[in-house]
């Protein structure tokens, strides 16, 4: 992964993650640990246990828990799969970062895209696949 001009804006890198419809913005800087998910803390915005745990997962991986601050905005989507988005962004950014963290995060699955999303409606069905019921008389 090369790192591209983009990337980084007056010192802070940046990365962005999606999953299902959700998209976050992820900004890291150096500093002190602390998460900030639109403006408001992590632990107030992320309720749950499991997705507090992914998304800090990529932090413990490269052991920058304690010394990068990490800013988020992210729109769309519950907020599994906001937590999902936050992941992937910030996986992004701390490659952008420092390129030696490429490799461990890569083997983790934190860097791949997950594509799984809601099937569209199609026309003449009553879901996605769903038909309408047939009768024979």
Known sequence: MVIQKRDRVNGDALGTGRR???IARVRIRPGKGKIVVNGRPFDEYFTTDK??????ETLDRVGQT???DVLVRVSG????GQAGAVRMGL???????NQDFFQPLRDDGFLTRDSRMKERK???LRGAR???QFSKR
């Open 20 to 22: 299902k419809t959700s």
């Open 77 to 80: 989507g519950g907020t599994m």
């Open 122 to 124: 199609k026309y003449g």
């Open 51 to 56: 997705e507090r745990r992914q998304v800090q």
């Open 91 to 97: 996986a992004r950014a701390l490659v952008g970062m």
């Open 130 to 132: 769903r038909g309408v």
């Open 66 to 68: 304690e010394s990068v």
